[in-house]
């Protein structure tokens, strides 16, 4: 016997009846935005993720060298992998590009809820547009995939911050500031406490009144943004405040904006971003790590050999999103379903066939015996299946031309001619021969 | 400027979309023959194939060390995955296990036409009877996975052959025969030559006297497979020509009888087949190699330390399915399809937002413009992703309350009050205006 890969799952017809239903909901609403599937490889060269990320990353990568000698890895995440193709045909594609995909991605980390070494993502980004309106559509296709699957503003909060604003406000103290460095403190502000997080602010060169003050300035209200450029006396400030308004704006229009909060200590720890992030979180906390994230990143594109695009995107994980749906009661029930099983008693075969595809051809899940069985075995792998209706075929019923018919929910059953079933019925119950 | 590694594919938005056609229909096809789907790891340890195909397989993976010290390979196939799989839940499971799935694999092979690296699978398996009816079953929703594409009987040929009427062939023979030499050697006779395939058969213990007879043997015709016994002498041949017309039987019933031909040169090159072996071909013979085959199995699980349990499956490759698809003319239009563009002019988002969403919410794929860009670059765009209808939302146009709704085939359009766009209409077109 053989054992699974810490890490890694198998997903068996009950749970992955519940995560392809996820999926499906969420590729549809990507696919009602226009964005549009594409297929990526699981393997890309090692550099890539070095150049993008720094020698670190190679630590948390399964990468090796092929047979060919290449050092390659498998995939942590999309995003190079799609600015890669973005550059590779950047002429010939109508801009905005906006693609989806779901799948998996690897990585060699510490395995504990919500959190696998192969983990499943569906990224949805747009490469093209500068606008708010990009980042707001953005927002607005997160906030209906999430609706799609049942949740409700309750159960969710987006927190929108600006990469701009908070380098623009670092750089506004008379300070030598680690602005990348700065960056990642505020990201790690909620999963510290407050001594380390302070330690990580002055480290990046604030002073330690500084520090207080910039963190005073990051919890300024919503309303109150504007005060924000004048207290800093940054126009970087100033603009970013303008963009951020202008994306809520949009997002208002396109029916987003309940779902979100300005939160300025929302930074999102990627270095790649430019401009507007935003987290999802669960309202109640109780699933207690960012659901998922996005925003801006317009100099990604160039960084890669292509010509200057701004990009914005998102990748909701489906184990944490999954965590999400299970807290808010709104993940499906783990079990097959079955529209019919037709059950043979003696040598009824070809009649029994005739049923089963007649009734496939009408789209149906259909089962029938292929191993033999009896008529209790049967009967238990129908109801293990749950299936709705049972069609009796049996030797003596159909020396009179009949089938008999069973609701398997309230065990009732009767007979129907055998050529009526399924007659013209589109999806024959046992209330149609009752 | 990043490059592809060499064997593995981007798939852009057009391309996607014709595969992605030709998986939801081989999976709907499971679907309703009650296969049910399940999600499979990328890494398994390497051992599982080297136990599975010995050592020599390892030429062929994607194998290396992970950190953690685990030898480790990127899944060159999946039968070994489910067999663990059924293996881990033997007891809980429900007989017949049916399942499917579709996923990419990996193999260090030579790149040549439908032939890649990262290659795509749909694979079916049906585990716990020894039934002819589960083989036929097998054979039947291949069959229906091909017309579902459009394929017909005059497309593809599925040959039919049996391992046990190839081995109970060669064991009666007054000779000391290496079977499983023997039967790789009847596997490569449609790929190698006439003398090369005779060289084989004699270097697996055969005469040339007995090669000659014993190739005779396998071009007997299907009403005459009953002779083969008498001819050999042999109860396993017997039992297994039974078995064979005993499958073929069922596929009378399933609907499947009319693409098999009886093909004893069949004998596909994987060792671990136990019965009933099949691959599909081109009719035409344009496409030259086989285009996916399968078969039974009936000790693998027993092998992974499983209890006993017959298995049959198949697996159609993505690549090779492609090619028959091409050849036959059904291979669908690799086109973006879009059902409206809401074309902004000035400053209308909230109107245009309000059309859009109303439009997506009835399951439609709706662009709108996120770039602020220029009439004419907005139409270029729609064009581009064959938009069937734009919508044009403009600020002269709603001074009166009206939006211009454009065909964009005929490039007729007209005028409709904003308010009845989309009204209660499931599908507005230009003609519900005009």
């Known amino acids: 016997m053989y054992d699974r890969i810490k890490g890694f799952r198998d997903f068996y017809p009950e749970e992955m009846q519940a995560r392809r239903w996820v999926t499906d909901r969420l590729e549809s609403v990507a696919g009602r935005y226009g964005f549009r599937e594409i297929g990526t490889p699981a393997l890309e060269q090692t550099q890539m993720y070095v150049d993008k990320s720094g020698e670190e990353i190679v630590e948390e990568l399964y990468s090796f060298e092929d047979k060919g000698g290449r050092d390659v890895a498998l995939t942590p995440e999309l995003t ?131 520090a207080e003050e910039f963190d005073e300035m990051l919890q300024v209200d919503t309303d109150e943004l504007d005060t924000l450029a004048e207290w800093s006396g940054s126009e970087q400030v100033g603009d970013a405040v303008e963009n951020l308004e202008a994306v809520l704006s949009a997002a208002e229009d396109f029916g987003a904006r309940e779902y979100c909060t300005v939160s300025l200590t929302t930074a999102r720890g990627l270095d790649y971003y430019t401009g507007v992030v935003f987290e999802c979180f669960d309202s109640t906390g109780e699933v207690s790590r960012s659901v998922f994230g996005g925003g801006r990143y317009d100099d990604l594109i160039e960084g890669f050999g292509g010509q200057p695009t701004p990009a914005v995107g998102f990748a909701p994980g489906h ?78 019923d159909l020396e009179n031309d009949e089938v008999t018919v069973k609701d398997m929910e309230s065990g009732d059953q009767t007979t129907a001619p055998v050529d009526d079933v399924p007659g013209d019925r589109e999806r024959p119950t046992f209330d149609d021969f009752a």
């Open 80 to 210: 190079p992998t799609v600015a890669r193709m973005v550059v590779a045909k950047q002429q010939e594609l109508s801009k905005p590009i906006k693609w989806y995909s779901t799948r998996p991605f690897w990585r060699y980390e510490q395995v504990q809820q919500g959190r696998f070494r192969e983990f499943y993502q569906t990224n949805v980004d747009v490469f093209g547009s500068s606008e708010p309106d990009a980042d707001a559509e953005v927002l607005a296709v997160a906030a209906d995939m999430l609706t799609e699957l049942g949740l409700t503003g309750d159960d969710f909060d987006f927190r929108v911050s600006h990469r701009d604003i908070l380098s623009g406000l670092l750089d506004s103290f008379d300070a030598d500031v680690d602005v990348r460095e700065a960056v990642r403190a505020v990201d790690k502000r909620a999963k510290v406490d407050r001594e380390e997080y302070f330690e990580l602010l002055t480290a990046a060169g604030l002073s330690v009144d500084q």
């Open 319 to 396: 184990a944490t999103l999954g965590l999400l749906c299970q807290r808010a009661g709104v993940w499906p029930e783990e079990a097959l379903s079955t529209d019919y099983y037709v059950l043979q008693v003696g040598d009824t075969r070809s009649v029994a066939a005739r049923i089963v595809g007649d009734l496939r051809s009408r789209g149906h899940v259909v089962e029938t015996d292929v191993a033999d069985r009896s008529f209790g075995a049967q009967m238990g792998y129908a109801d293990s299946i749950n299936a709705e209706t049972v069609i009796i075929v049996g030797e003596q």
